[in-house]
Nanobody, 116 residues
Framework: QVQLVESGGGLVQPGGSLRLSCTASGSAFSSYAMTWYRQAPAQGRELVAVISNDGTSTDYADSVKGRFTISRNDAMNTVYLQMNSLKPEDTARYYC?????????WGQGTQVTVSS
């Protein structure tokens, strides 16, 4: 069983930056591919960024390429999402997901609001 806790969300002006963190409890964090998703009001959940279990591979939604960076620190059981040049359309609740052959787990999310 893995529990995920996201943090780092908040209100930021357009053009600003935030760093989201997702910390996992339990063991075998390094066996999980980690993904950030987001969901805006009245919209479906969208994949934002994914990092492989060994950290060697990443992928991003076209809408965030060049602005967002996903990384992981297995010693801290934490995955990060560095978000730069934020736009109002990045406003959403951001969720962390852990996936491996052992199961799929979700956090409760953290709200990001980009507004002047």
């Amino acid at each position: 069983q893995v529990q995920l806790v996201e943090s780092g969300g908040g209100l930021v002006q357009p053009g600003g930056s935030l760093r989201l963190s997702c910390t996992a409890s339990g063991s075998a964090f390094s066996s999980y591919a980690m993904t950030w998703y987001r969901q805006a009001p009245a919209q479906g959940r969208e994949l934002v960024a994914v990092i492989s279990n060994d950290g060697t591979s990443t992928d991003y939604a076209d809408s965030v390429k060049g602005r967002f960076t996903i990384s992981r620190n297995d010693a801290m059981n934490t995955v990060y999402l560095q978000m730069n040049s934020l736009k109002p359309e990045d406003t959403a609740r951001y969720y962390c997901n852990a996936a491996s052959r052992n199961g799929i787990y979700w956090g409760q999310g953290t709200q990001v609001t980009v507004s002047s």
